[in-house]
């Protein structure tokens, strides 16, 4: 959807608002940035205009979120209140909720804020905008258009949202819009040094040896535009380290040279293997990740797949591989 269709949705989506008196707000299974930071953004702001809000999220809160205000209120059990209205921020699809689906499909109204350009838009009112660095983008621009106040807590978590989500703004989805908002944040109250420092610059020694661990199992043995490491239940409970401590290793991965695509593969409980993309931006991983059941963006895309680490590893591999067929590598690379 172009940013014309996003501007027809709001004032729908503000009529909703205003009418409901009760509202859960929700976002994606293992956040990241922006799912986190336009959730609490969303959230802060909601009670600001007197509503009663739920935040929720089926997973915990990794630990160099935690800083975000409201962090601690963010729960993965719905509340014993019914709700009026469900919002639902950077979800390429309801099933991205997981084990939340059946508390935001209950509702009468629902509101799709999302970002990805993967077509699996839902709700009531869609506001879903593929040209937006990220949700934040989109969130900002209804909390403008609802005339809401963005102090300095609601800022630290939209900025948040789109430092994350543009990687430190390197990225090649950073616009001038998004350096537009990110600035303006900074005028309301947000801290980037310090936004910064614990997201990117603070992380557990149990994460440590985690990341530690995936950099000395690289495999390089994979074609040479492929680079890819593995973390399993094992090593998790060696090192201590939590789900939330994989967070940014994929990064790690994707900084070797010369690699268009870096995956990390991640053991976890259910017999299922959790699969993490990124690309130099000539393969779309988001839709290989698609194919398995996931989604994402073009550059950074993840799934959630079935099986033995060898056979999904062989799936995923041979999928990436297929891609590289048909792609050229990116300007540069």
């Not at 409901?20 to 956040?31: D, F, Q």
């Not at 509101?111 to 077509?119: L, Q």
Request: glycine share 10%.
């Amino acid at each position: 959807m172009s940013r014309n269709t996003i501007n027809r949705g709001r004032d729908p989506a503000i009529a909703l608002i205003r009418k409901s008196k009760s509202i859960y707000v929700g976002t994606h299974v293992r956040p990241d940035g922006d799912a986190l930071g336009s959730a609490l953004a969303l959230s802060l702001a909601l009670e600001t205009q007197g509503k009663r809000v739920a935040t929720l999220c089926a997973d915990p809160v990794p630990l160099n979120y935690r800083f975000l205000p409201g962090a601690d209120r963010i729960s993965s059990d719905p509340p014993g209140w019914p709700a009026e209205l469900g919002i639902v921020v950077d979800c390429d699809g309801l099933t991205r909720v997981g084990p939340l689906r059946p508390a935001f499909e209950q509702l009468p109204h629902l509101i799709d804020i999302d970002h990805h350009a993967t077509d699996q838009s839902f709700g009531e009112v869609r506001l879903v905008d593929s040209s937006a660095a990220a949700a934040a983008e989109i969130v900002h621009g209804l909390l403008r258009s609802s005339g809401v106040e963005i102090g300095a807590d609601i800022a630290t978590c939209l900025y948040a949202a789109i430092l994350t989500d543009t990687g430190r703004f390197s990225y090649g989805n950073t616009t001038a819009h998004s350096l537009t908002v990110a600035a303006e944040m900074v005028r309301a109250g947000a801290v980037p040094h310090d936004i910064a420092r614990r997201i990117y610059e603070e992380r557990s020694v149990p994460g440590t040896h985690l990341l530690g661990v995936a950099l000395t199992r690289l495999s390089p043995n994979h074609d040479p535009e492929i680079v890819s490491s593995t973390l399993t239940r094992r090593d998790f409970a060696k090192t201590g380290a939590k789900p939330g401590d994989t967070e940014g290793i994929i990064d790690h991965l994707r900084a070797i040279g010369g690699r268009r695509v870096a995956l990390l593969f991640v053991e976890v409980d259910g017999g299922q293997v959790r699969v993490s993309l990124r690309s130099d931006g000539s393969v779309d991983v988001s839709a290989i990740a698609l194919a398995f059941g996931g989604g994402g963006h073009a550059m950074a895309a993840g799934c959630a797949v079935r099986g033995s680490t060898e056979q999904v590893q062989d799936r995923v591999l041979a999928a990436v591989r297929d891609a590289l067929k048909g792609s050229s590598p990116a300007h540069g690379a």
